[in-house]
């Protein structure tokens, strides 16, 4: 019995190996008849143009507008003020401060608030940063670019010191950067697969 299933099988397969053109003989069009004009249109989809325009806002401006867009991550990831004491004496406890310590909505809004700071710092930076390098080096492009980011300073050094020093600094690195070109471009290259 069994081998009576299994040459039956073969034997289909053999048949649709050999006469594939009959039995798939009929290709199938779908076109849509355009009945404006009468001619075979495809059907296509035509979208309007949107033009997007980037505005330069500067650090500061960023983080506001993120604060008022995301009001309810500074509200679940505020913690201050959770203990008082009122001038009647005791001691008064705000609940929902105490849950948004405790809970993982106010923990994950915590790491927002976090990543957002750390923005508005590498802004703050890039706005010293980039106008200083594009001034005094005579670099552009790519290797401005790749300049920028392996060389930049922390927002501390650059509160801490002079124009004098800043200057000092970009010579400093530029000398460095010739140097090793090769090296650093091969460092901020992405990695080949």
């Known amino acids: 019995m069994v081998r009576i299933g299994f040459l039956s099988l073969l034997l289909c397969c053999l048949y649709l190996l050999f006469d594939r053109e009959e039995l798939f003989a009929y290709s199938v069009g779908l076109y849509q008849n355009d009945t404006i ?8 989809l035509q979208l309007d143009t949107a033009q997007i325009i980037r505005k ?30 009122p001038h009647q004496g005791g001691i008064a406890v705000n609940l929902n401060k105490l849950y948004n310590k405790f809970s993982r909505k106010g923990r994950n809004s915590r790491k927002l608030q976090k990543e957002f700071e750390e923005e508005y710092e590498l802004d703050l930076v890039k ?19 790749k300049f ?22 970009i010579q400093e690195c ?8 090769h090296i650093i471009h091969q460092m901020l290259s992405l990695p080949e697969k």
Do not use: C
């Open 37 to 44: 004009l009468g001619q075979r249109a495809k059907d296509t």
């Open 56 to 85: 330069n806002l500067s650090a500061k401006e960023k983080l506001d507008q993120k604060k008022s867009e995301y009001k309810s991550i500074y509200f679940w990831g505020d913690t201050k003020d959770m203990v008082t004491l």
């Open 127 to 145: 706005e010293e940063w980039f106008p200083l390098t594009g001034e005094y080096t005579r670099l552009s492009g790519d290797s401005l670019d």
């Open 148 to 169: 920028r980011i392996y060389f930049q300073p922390s927002l501390k050094w650059l509160h801490e010191n002079g124009r004098y020093e800043k200057v000092a600094y």
């Open 174 to 181: 530029l000398k460095h950067y010739q140097d090793s070109v």
